[in-house]
């Protein structure tokens, strides 16, 4: 039977530029489990229903205007985007309802799953598995990596016209991730090819290799992986907007704790992404109209009338866009012209070297578990989840939703700063565009008062020809567009 399409209209942000990478096996296992009542099995243990397809990624508004692109060259409609149910998120769980590791879940068939899983967390997964396999269960589990690869492709929103011994869907989380791509073993393809044939002829084409961007991408929209994510609650790590759990399938291992989670009390804490700067840097105008709207917010200076039309707390950033700050803010951006005279250049070479340096100590300080110590109040208001990309200042943190303004009561400042180690920082934190407005008082997504995604017809994938990826890629903002100093 082949696989059922969702076909999604509305904005899903700046992507990538184009290119491919290959996830090395250093990196993502591939593991299958396979066998009569494999869909029973993994439906026991996963976080989303097996049984119904998966959710699509929550787009940006219908008509959101693109900052950068003038008026008159904004687009007319919002593009139309595809996602398979072959390919979606999900989490593994223990009995506690914490969680073991995440993974993308590809569907052959009912009896044949592959488990994309990162590196770092295969080995607990597997004896996870293997731990609640019944004795009469007929189903069998084993690592397929050495004959199976994944990659993912990036500055495309269509997946379709996949070549032979292949899958593949945009990344289930949010297209801003890239099209994955899982290669097929050869006893279940017709024309296999491998995977080195795959990335030559990708090099060839307009998607030249790209390695190690991936992990800069992941960190730039938000998203925590593998064992980044072992031990935290399912919400703490926004699994549910990120489409992973399902709230209304049945019982599963470690359902509860998500459940009371979900239904009940005030979630405080969840994973973000963070710019960290010099303490003496002037931040960026879009942070410190987000910390002055939080003071108004807060002292109740805002009609209920004008709350309606308030952006959201903090900035939101596509991947791309954030990638641009992160580019000036570290000196990987240098004019393209000459200096006017050597007391310029000399005043340049001496900037470029000062965010080097700081880059440098980002990385020192920014180990995973390293303390984020408010220097007003010698507070802890977070902790590393993922450490910088080298070159480069942004994290993942488990943040206090008050430290940053997103809880009642709280409130985040242009003028904070924080103490990792034994360094002070500024930080931006920031909204992914996968976020959704968070209800300030519960620090869950608030109620939607209109539907503002429009989801087509499921439909059966077209097997005719190879068609073209479609391509959405907006303007990078020129250097003068952003305030750093």
Same mark, same amino acid.
């Given at each position: 039977m082949p696989p059922s399409i969702t076909t999604v209209t509305g904005n899903f942000g700046r992507l990538w530029g184009r290119g491919h990478e290959i996830l090395e096996p250093h990196y993502r296992r591939i593991l299958s489990v396979a066998g009569t009542g494999a869909t029973s099995f993994l439906q026991n243990l996963v976080t989303s229903d097996l049984r119904s397809a998966p959710n699509p990624p929550r787009p940006e508004k219908k008509g959101t205007i693109r900052p950068g692109i003038p008026r008159h060259m904004q687009p007319e409609t919002d593009p139309d985007v595809q996602f398979t149910d072959q390919l979606r998120a999900t989490c593994f769980l223990d009995n506690k309802g914490r969680i073991v590791t995440d993974s993308l879940l590809w569907k052959l068939n009912e009896e044949q799953y592959y488990v994309e899983v990162s590196n770092d967390t295969v080995h607990e997964l597997l004896e996870h598995m293997k731990l609640f396999k019944m004795r009469r269960t007929k189903v069998e589990i084993t690592d397929r990596t050495e004959d199976m690869a994944a990659a993912v492709i990036y500055g495309t929103l269509n997946s379709q016209?996949?070549?032979?011994?292949?899958?593949?869907?945009?990344?289930?989380? /949010?297209?801003?991730?890239?099209? =994955?791509?899982?290669?097929? %073993?050869?006893?279940?393809?017709?024309? !296999?090819?491998? +995977?080195?044939?795959?990335?030559?002829?990708?090099?060839?084409?307009?998607?030249?290799?790209?390695?190690?961007?991936?992990e800069l991408v992941r960190r730039l929209a938000g998203v925590a992986e593998g064992s980044e994510l072992k031990g935290l609650v399912?919400?703490?790590?926004?699994?549910?907007?990120?489409?992973?759990?399902?709230?209304?399938?049945?019982?599963?291992?470690?359902?509860?704790?998500?459940?009371?989670? /979900?239904?009940?009390?005030?979630? =405080?804490?969840?994973?973000? %992404?963070?710019?960290?700067?010099?303490? !003496?840097?002037? +931040?960026?105008?879009?942070w410190r109209v987000a910390a002055n709207l939080q003071e108004g917010r807060e002292r109740s200076k805002f009609t209920p009338e004008e709350l309606q039309y308030l952006p959201t707390r903090l900035p939101r950033l596509s991947v791309l866009t954030a990638g641009n700050l992160v580019a000036i803010a570290t000196g990987s951006i240098e004019p393209s012209t000459d200096a006017v005279d050597e007391k310029a250049a000399m005043e340049l070479k001496v900037a470029l070297e000062r965010s080097r340096q700081r880059v440098k100590e980002i990385e020192e300080d920014c180990t995973a578990g390293a303390k984020l110590v408010d220097t007003a109040t010698d507070k802890t208001i977070g902790k590393i989840i993922s450490p910088p990309v080298k070159g480069t200042n942004v994290v993942l943190a488990l943040m206090r939703l008050e430290a940053v303004g997103l809880l009642e009561g709280g409130q985040w400042s242009h003028t904070n700063k924080i103490r990792i180690g034994d360094r002070e920082y500024?930080?931006?934190?920031?909204?992914?565009?996968?976020?959704?407005?968070?209800?300030?008082?519960?620090?869950?997504?608030?109620?939607?008062?209109?539907?503002?995604?429009e989801v087509t017809e499921v439909v059966e994938s077209s097997e005719s020809g190879i068609r073209m990826p479609r391509i959405e890629i907006e303007r990078i903002p020129a250097e003068e567009d952003v305030t750093v100093r």
């Open positions: 016209g996949t070549p032979d011994g292949f899958l593949a869907g945009l990344d289930p989380r /949010h297209p801003s991730l890239g099209m =994955r791509v899982l290669q097929l %073993p050869g006893d279940q393809s017709p024309r !296999h090819i491998t +995977v080195q044939q795959f990335s030559d002829a990708l090099a060839k084409s307009t998607f030249p290799s790209m390695p190690g961007n991936y399912a919400l703490e790590s926004n699994q549910e907007h990120l489409n992973a759990v399902s709230f209304d399938k049945g019982c599963y291992l470690g359902q509860e704790l998500t459940a009371r989670v /979900h239904h009940t009390g005030v979630l =405080r804490k969840r994973i973000m %992404p963070l710019m960290l700067l010099d303490p !003496h840097t002037d +931040v960026p105008s879009p500024r930080y931006l934190p920031y909204l992914p565009l996968w976020w959704p407005e968070l209800d300030a008082t519960t620090g869950k997504a608030a109620e939607e008062t209109e539907d503002d995604i």
